[in-house]
């Protein structure tokens, strides 16, 4: 290689003044630079998906874990750090894992939901997703993403700030992850499997649980309940999620006041409560403190059950909150009983309303305006008519139907021999549509008594495009169609602003009055009201394929989704990255 002696050995002087200052702010901002993303992890973990034996209620099942646990293991990082994991499946199902609330800015291909941005890893494979943490903060989890597998296949994913950053609160003296989950005293997927073939509604669980455990008020439980230290005079800070496959849960801890601080890895103005509502898919961060009497003290959960009639486990799953150096009788500690809070009733709407109004973000926030995309999503049941010869085996819903579900009465259908995201990168035909309605095909009474003749929704794979950077805003209506729920809606890739919700219809004419476009919560997941709608909005900033579900396994099953595509803006920090050399292929 040639070098111009010369030119390196120029005197330092004829170089000039400002160029010298501008070189050494350059250097010292190259050096902060390099030294937070020094501070930026990489955390390498393997998963690897096997049965394993686990005994709930008396009795063993052949359950499928991650790394023989149950729940999965817990990841935590911080804002800014990257995640690296091997997924290695070893056992008898295709599967995928979806890292719930990640933005996965540019990484679509690391979002999971299977047959969206992936082919399921088959048996035997295995796929390493890749994505970085970007400005959240707080609880998020991941979960299987393929039929009903995320009974059992989840855990938590715990986000501090950045190395040097602070909470916005006084920093607690511990920290506890609660995960809410539900057991079925079968192998789930025979049960989404039965309920499939046979067209009517799958079982309900047996027990609902807390990190695992359905705690003592269950039977064969009581040893091994989920116990949370504290001591008196400190303040420990939980991170509570839902992740129930099917079923909204009512929260408290006996004598003790929950001070809301965080939800769905965002920061929310500190409120202060007895209950908890959260929707399957949610996280909620609360402060508590420890200054009751030294005791045992419940902390309980059950449904907020909202569908009039329909089944549901009505178990109360208990975890205990013991404090240290409690006063012992002479029998012995152990025969302190715990105090058990009083829960809300299971049609408690009220409660659950009042909590949900409860959120905002701890300041004014930026929200989207002159909105781009005005869409208005009707969500909820349906029913499918059957020919009648195949209604003894395969229509054993209501009267001989099979049970649906739609958005704008399409119901979602995923596809089987490519990706979405895959077929839309590549251009393959035949895979999916994007007539997407805006609006539904036919409007009516949504939450009124609605005539039979709009029961039967279409299965299709409709999407909708969005431009990059679009502004975009929808009205969640929820229907009364069967029967009127509480539906939590989930968008991957994304938050948004839930700006307001309320009952009954939609009016855009007199319910804008509502709309909060100043301190309005920032989730990923919102619960829709019985009977009722909220309204969300977002920029589309993160190209790919990103799904809109209902979060109840079931419902999903039934095909309450949608997926929007988000094309690629024009600078190269604007594109969705290429895919991973290892993306599983169907
Ligand atoms: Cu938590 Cu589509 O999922």
Redo the contacts with the bound molecule.
């Keep these: 290689m040639f070098i111009n002696k010369k030119k390196l050995m120029e005197p330092f002087h004829s170089i000039p003044k400002n160029f010298i200052i501008f070189f050494f702010v350059g250097f010292l901002l190259f050096f902060a630079n390099a030294l937070s993303l020094a501070n930026a992890k990489v955390h390498s973990h393997q998963f690897v998906i096997q049965a394993t034996p686990v005994k709930r209620l008396c009795k063993t099942h052949n359950t499928i874990t991650v790394n023989g646990q149950y729940p999965g293991p817990t990841l935590e990082v911080n804002n800014g750090d990257t995640l690296e994991i091997k997924v290695v499946n070893k056992a008898r199902y295709n599967l995928t894992i ?1 890292w ?1 609330g990640v933005r996965q800015m540019r990484t679509a291909w690391a979002d999971g ?1 299977e047959f969206v941005t992936q082919c399921p890893i088959r048996p035997g494979g295995s796929y390493t997703y890749r994505f970085t943490i970007q400005g959240q903060e707080g609880t998020l989890w991941w ?1 299987a ?1 393929s039929s009903w597998l995320r009974a059992t296949v989840y855990g938590g994913l715990i986000i501090r700030p950045k190395e040097g950053d602070s909470y916005p609160f006084p920093k607690p003296n511990r920290e506890s992850l609660l995960l809410l989950g539900e057991w079925w005293d079968a192998n789930p997927i025979d049960v989404v499997r039965e309920a499939t073939r046979t067209g009517a509604a799958p079982n309900v669980s047996d027990t609902f649980t807390i990190n695992g455990q359905p705690g003592d008020l269950l039977k064969c439980s009581g040893k091994d309940t989920t116990v949370v230290p504290v001591n008196f005079g400190e303040t420990n800070l939980l991170r509570i999620v839902n992740s129930a496959l099917n079923q909204q849960l009512f929260f408290t801890i006996a004598n003790h006041k929950l001070t809301v601080v965080g939800a769905d890895a965002s920061y929310v103005k500190p409120f202060t409560t007895s209950v908890l509502m959260l929707g399957p ?1 949610q996280t909620t961060d609360v402060l508590i403190a420890a200054d009751q009497p030294p005791a045992k003290y419940y902390i309980a959960a059950r449904a907020y059950a909202s569908a009039q009639g329909a089944p549901f486990d009505n178990t109360t799953t208990t975890a205990i909150l013991e404090y240290k150096n409690i006063p012992c009788p002479p029998k012995g500690c152990a025969s302190v009983k715990p105090i058990l809070p009083p829960l809300p009733a299971y049609n408690d709407t009220a409660t659950s309303t009042t909590f949900s109004k409860s959120f905002r973000s701890p300041r004014k926030v930026l929200v989207p305006t002159d909105i781009d995309e005005s869409l208005y999503f009707a969500v909820g049941l349906g029913l499918q008519n059957c020919p009648s010869r195949a209604r003894a085996r395969n229509c054993q819903g209501p009267n001989g139907t099979r049970f649906a579900a739609s958005m704008n009465n399409a119901s979602f259908v995923l596809p089987s021999n490519f990706s979405l995201l895959q077929a839309y990168k590549q251009g393959i035909p035949g895979v999916f549509t994007t007539d997407f309605p805006a609006a539904p095909p036919v409007k009516f009474d949504y939450t009124g008594n609605v005539s039979r003749s709009l029961w039967q929704p279409v299965k299709t794979t409709k999407l909708y495009k969005l431009k990059y950077e679009a502004r975009v805003q929808i009205v969640l209506q929820g229907t009364s169609i069967f029967t009127a729920e509480n539906h939590p809606i ?1 968008l ?1 890739g994304y938050d948004f602003y839930i700006i307001a919700e309320g009952f009954g219809n939609f009016n855009p004419k007199t319910d804008k009055a509502k709309f909060n476009l100043v301190d309005p919560p920032l989730r990923n997941t919102a619960s829709v009201p019985v009977g009722g709608w909220s309204v969300i909005r977002f920029v589309a900033d993160n190209p790919g394929v990103w ?1 809109l ?1 209902c ?1 109840l396994d079931v419902h ?1 099953t039934w095909g309450l989704a949608m997926a929007f595509i988000v094309e690629d803006g024009v600078g190269e920090l604007q594109k969705l990255e290429a895919p991973p050399a290892d993306l599983p292929v169907c």
């Design positions: 979806h719930h939901p979960h993403h898919g989930h991957h799904l579900h979060h999903i």
